[in-house]
Each structure stands twice: as C-alpha cells, then as structure tokens.
Nanobody, 113 residues
Framework: VQLQASGGGLVQAGGSLRLSCAAS????????TGWYRQAPGKQRELVAT???????NYADSVKGRFTISRDNANNRVYLQMNSLKPEDTAVYYC????????WGQGTQVTVSS
C-alpha cells in the first residue's frame, strides 16, 4: 500500500481544512488507517483512526472538531478538521497497510492565531 497525503495549508484559527490520503493497491480497504501528526520538537502522535468497517477513534485533543472518514471504492481516507487551533500546527501523516507498516509523505498544516 502506497499512500499520498494532501490538503494541508495555512489557515487562521477557527478555520477548516480537509486532508486526503490516497492509497494504491486493491487491499487498502482491509486495513485500519490512521492520521498522525508531528509538531516541531515533539513526538509523532495519533490523531484519529478508522477501521475497515468504519469504526473511528480520536485523540482527546481533537474530539468534536475532527472527523475521519473513508471511501473504500476510491481508496481514500479523509480528515475533516474544523475549529482549528494554533496547537494543531504540525505535519500530518496517514498510515495504513498490514501492521501499520506504510506511511505517506506528510502534509503541513499551519494554523495562525
């Protein structure tokens, strides 16, 4: 599974962005897929995951603001981010594949105050 993340950018606090993770391969729909983020000087952290069946899980810091979804027919997973805060600034990565072995290249999200 190869992953390509896109949709990042610069937005003001309170704004919204939608990230997209495009996957290659016919088996993508079988795997948990997650979004992670890494801010400068910090460790990579889990943001949200979605199972093959659509069950979701979120970090406490994004609950109620972010929504993860997937479109298995088109091999895509999305992260809708609303009410963005400066502390959401980070490089966002998608992760999928057997055992979470595949990472996308990351997309920068910058939220200005």
């Amino acid at each position: 599974v190869q992953l390509q993340a896109s949709g990042g950018g610069l937005v003001q606090a309170g704004g919204s962005l939608r990230l997209s993770c495009a996957a290659s391969g016919s088996t993508f729909s079988r795997y948990y897929t997650g979004w992670y983020r890494q801010a400068p000087g910090k460790q990579r952290e889990l943001v949200a995951t979605i199972s093959s069946g659509g069950s979701t899980n979120y970090a406490d810091s994004v609950k109620g603001r972010f929504t993860i979804s997937r479109d298995n027919a088109n091999n895509r997973v999305y992260l809708q981010m609303n009410s963005l805060k400066p502390e959401d600034t980070a490089v966002y990565y998608c992760n999928s594949g057997p055992g979470g072995s595949n990472w996308g290249q990351g997309t920068q999200v910058t939220v200005s105050s």
